[in-house]
């Protein structure tokens, strides 16, 4: 592992047991994650990016391989399913037992419960019953949770797949500001628009990384290359974001766009320069 590496993954394996046999999810993956970063993990669906999560999160065990860990280190995560994480009744049972080491009167605890809350745009007590809450509202009781002791590392499993656009952008606002105070964050997705905050792509295919690197190169290929080719997004079959999209798009229809952009700003200052 090397100085700044948060976790490092060697030649991890996960096989599940099934009725015939077993199932390999995870296939010799060796992924170091380095201290402060963004990585976005996508890929097909069934190709182990929850695995993944859950073998970060130390929910899922390794078949062989091993994992190694700065010590001491605070990793918080949001699953998929945000039921198969819950403990308590409610967000204030659930922010208590977060919060469980930090020694906080009742009234301390509470203030910080309202605010964790607030936070990611919820406006209720927290001695809601979580059974009331929709699916969207508990995946944000969820992100709450898992920001509320400024974790060290974030590990997020489609934290965005239940929202509303509203949400969603919230959620994004909210995992960024995390993020610049020094939280490393994992972010699974299969809505490739959100990699646009990410330093770092792993793709997963069939339980292997079948890319890892800068999201620009995910999604225009190697600039040395001829762009012509496949990028490594179309190669592992994934629909490029409509940003991508678009200024694919341009290229293939000749126009002369130098940039790569990933946000609608870029694109909009691409296209801009293309009509001076
Ligand atoms: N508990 C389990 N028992 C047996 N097989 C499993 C189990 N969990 C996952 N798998 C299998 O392992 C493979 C990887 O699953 P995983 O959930 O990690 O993929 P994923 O990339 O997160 O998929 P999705 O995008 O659909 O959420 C899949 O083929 C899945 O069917």
């Not at 699953?79 to 020694?103: R, S, V, Y």
């Not at 974790?151 to 656009?165: F, G, I, K, N, S």
């Not at 809505?191 to 069939?206: D, I, T």
Request: net charge negative; proline share 5%.
């Amino acid at each position: 592992m090397s100085s700044s590496s948060f976790i490092a993954l060697q030649e991890a394996s996960v096989k599940y047991p099934t009725g015939s046999g077993v199932h390999q999810a995870l296939s010799n993956v060796t992924l170091l994650i380095e201290s402060r970063e963004w990585v976005t993990v996508a890929g097909p669906n069934g190709s182990g990016k929850s695995t993944l999560a859950g073998v970060l999160l130390g929910t899922c065990r390794l078949t062989t391989g091993r994992m190694v860990q700065k010590e001491r280190m605070d990793i918080r995560g949001v699953l998929q399913h945000p039921e198969a994480q819950h403990i308590g009744d409610t967000p204030a049972e659930e922010l208590a037992f977060a919060l469980n080491d930090q020694h906080l009167s009742k009234e301390e605890l509470r203030q910080i419960q309202k605010q964790a809350l607030l936070r990611v745009g919820l406006e209720l007590s927290p001695e809601t019953p979580l059974n009331s809450l929709s699916g969207g509202q508990k995946q944000l009781v969820n992100i709450a949770m898992a920001l509320a002791t400024a974790p060290d590392v974030l590990v997020l499993d489609e934290p965005t797949a239940m929202l509303d656009p509203a949400a969603r952008e919230l959620v994004l606002r909210v995992i960024r500001q995390a993020h610049l105070q020094g939280t490393t964050v994992v972010w699974i997705t299969h809505r490739l628009e959100e990699a646009v905050h990410a330093s770092r792509m792993v793709a997963f295919q069939k339980g292997e990384i079948a890319f890892d690197g800068a999201p620009e190169t995910f999604f225009y290929g190697d600039l040395a290359s001829d762009s012509d080719l496949e990028t490594p997004c179309e190669r592992i079959g994934l629909a490029p974001p409509f940003v991508v999209q678009t200024a694919l798009h341009l290229k293939k229809k000749g126009h002369n766009l130098t940039a790569r952009p990933l946000s609608y700003d870029d694109l909009a200052k691409a296209v801009s320069r293309l009509c001076l």
